[in-house]
């Protein structure tokens, strides 16, 4: 049967996100392949402010707001609370930024996985802490323009590499690990419902365009996540119960098709680009051998 992308929606109309939010976009796909029965729960973050004031929410189901570095111990005291009024079937949903991921809510998550709760993280990846004003995170990339690594006379534009989340928790052996894209919903849907299937904690990365932090027209959101996927900037991946599997585009476009279209990429050198390039070819080479059965520590 051809798949096609469940019509509920369980996020409505009336948010306060900013036109062309990649975030939105993650959070709708998501909806959709999670369903009604779901409980979801951000912490500090754009999200925090997107569904809108109390009373009015944006989402169809219960949403809890904790303080920023909590996500992982509110999925898994919602979880045990379900579990203990008999509502196994429900899923249980921290929907976090990467700053509330990769940076302040990384033991809280890593505790969460390690306990073995039967719930799912979602990080969505802005690459930086937008909501306070376009911060630097750890999984903001190399290169990169932000308000705390500004581009000037000294240019000390963000010199560090990415820190993938994803690759810390295929580490830490979690049941199920992915990275995703709303560029390629039909993807990650299929891959939230094959995580549905495995009973445990379960991790998905979500590349999520943002227009005012990443400097580019409203547009262009869609467009740059498939770019991030075509040039291998951001790979997608599926780690299920050990087996890892590679999304392959046999003719990846050059790094520069995604870093021109966006200002906070605005200033690098020839020579920038090129490491960006060697070294996205080096990581998809390691991926590639993970493919193959060896271990990347
Ligand atoms: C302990 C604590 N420190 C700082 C803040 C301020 N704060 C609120 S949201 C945010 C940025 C969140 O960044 P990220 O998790 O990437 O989500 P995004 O805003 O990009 O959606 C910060 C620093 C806070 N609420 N709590
Ligand atoms: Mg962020």
Request: charged share 20%; glycine share 8%.
């Amino acid at each position: 049967m051809p798949f096609s992308i469940p019509k509920e929606e369980y996020m409505m109309s009336g948010h306060t996100a900013c036109a062309g939010c990649g975030a939105t976009l993650a959070m709708r796909y998501v909806m959709k392949a999670m369903g009604e029965n779901t409980v979801v729960t951000v912490p500090a973050s754009c999200w925090a402010v997107i569904p809108g004031n109390y009373p009015n929410t944006a989402l169809k189901v219960p949403f809890i707001y904790t303080p920023f570095a909590s996500t992982g111990a509110t999925i898994s005291g919602i979880r045990e609370a379900l579990d203990e009024e008999g509502k196994e079937d429900y899923n249980v949903v921290g929907f976090a930024g990467d700053g509330g991921t990769a940076d302040i809510g990384l033991q809280a998550l890593s505790a969460a996985m390690e306990r073995g709760h039967n719930v799912f993280y979602i990080m969505y990846d802005n690459e930086a802490y937008m909501n306070t004003g376009i911060q630097r995170s750890s999984s903001t990339p190399f290169g990169a323009w932000t308000t705390t690594t500004p581009v000037g006379k000294d240019r000390v534009y963000k010199r560090e590499n990415k820190k993938v989340v994803a690759d810390l928790m295929m580490a830490q052996k979690v049941p199920y690990v992915a990275t995703a894209s709303i560029a390629f919903p039909e993807d990650l849907i299929r891959k939230i419902q094959n995580a549905k299937k495995i009973k445990g904690p379960k991790f998905i990365q979500i590349l999520s365009p943002c227009p005012p932090g990443w400097y580019f027209n409203a547009e262009n959101t869609v467009k740059i996540a498939r770019l991030a996927v075509e040039t291998r900037i951001f790979p997608l991946y599926e780690y299920a119960e050990g087996k890892f599997v590679l999304y392959k585009n046999p003719n990846p476009l050059p790094v520069e098709k995604y870093l021109e279209i966006q200002g906070r990429f605005n200033h690098l050198s020839p020579e920038e680009i090129r490491t960006i390039q060697e070294n996205v070819n080096r990581r998809w080479e390691e991926l590639l051998e993970r493919e193959k059965g060896k271990v990347i520590p």
